[in-house]
């Protein structure tokens, strides 16, 4: 079964710091990647997605995150955080079993910026 | 304006009392899912469908039933709910490539 990986479970950050949240996933064959962000007490927005191309890929609010085949890692990064930034940040991933797909979710970041 | 409603977004009841959380889409979309999120553990897909009257379990469907009998609706039906079902649930809906989705609002469910 695949899994995906969150090793930062909490990130404290100061506004204008650089962020880069890790993430890895197991499955060795095509897949497509995404990354969703949830603020307190809503529900989960797409911050962006890969699917082909070009490994870097550019979301909302200046997020972006790097494909690494090699390395199994879609790690999410934005140059300067914003006290607004301050959410739950999921890693996910799917892949095609038959004609359904499955997208399987890393556990989560959870991330602070303070002022 | 491209919606996915659930209903109700709060709910405390009690072990054994049935119970229905209810998922639409306004976008036509054939496939639809119920996730559970729990802390430190993520999202967990319950039950997913691809089309009308097709569904199948996902990584978690114990003490959870489905139903898809139109396009637009989902529900999630806990028969005999207990508390380790206590949880933040989302529908989803896929939209706009082979596998963005797009989540409701969540339903907060305490079971006591």
């Known amino acids: 079964a695949q899994s995906v990986s969150q090793h930062n479970h909490h990130v404290i950050l100061s506004e204008a710091a650089s962020l880069e949240l890790g993430c890895n996933y197991s499955?060795?064959?095509?897949?497509?990647l995404f990354w969703y962000v949830q603020y307190p007490g809503q529900h989960l927005q797409l911050l962006l997605k890969?699917?082909?191309?070009?490994?870097l890929v550019k979301g909302i609010k200046g997020f972006e995150a790097e494909f690494i085949k090699s390395k199994f890692s879609f790690n999410l990064r934005k140059p300067s955080v914003q006290w607004s930034d301050t959410a739950e940040y999921f890693c996910?991933?799917?892949?095609?079993?038959?004609?359904?797909?499955?997208?399987?979710f890393g556990t989560g970041t959870r991330l602070q910026v303070t002022l | 304006e491209a919606q996915v409603t659930q209903n109700p977004r709060y709910l405390i009841t009690v072990t054994g009392k049935k119970l229905t959380v209810t998922c639409s889409q306004n976008?036509?979309?054939?496939?639809m899912s119920w996730y559970r999120q729990d802390p430190g553990l993520g999202l967990r897909q319950i039950y997913y469908?691809?089309?009308?009257?097709?569904?199948d379990k996902g990584d978690v469907p114990e003490g959870y039933k489905v139903s898809r009998k139109e396009k637009r609706n989902f529900p999630l039906i806990l028969e005999s709910p207990s508390p380790n079902q206590t949880s933040l649930y989302f529908c989803?809906?896929?939209?706009?490539?082979?596998?963005?989705?797009?989540f409701g609002p969540g339903t907060r469910l305490t079971v006591l």
């Open positions: 989803a809906t896929r939209a706009g490539g082979p596998d963005t989705q797009y």
């Open positions: 499955y060795g064959g095509t897949v497509n």
């Open positions: 890969y699917f082909s191309g070009d490994p």
């Open positions: 996910a991933v799917s892949d095609y079993t038959g004609t359904a797909s499955k997208l399987t």
């Open positions: 976008m036509n979309h054939e496939y």
């Open positions: 469908s691809m089309n009308v009257e097709v569904t």
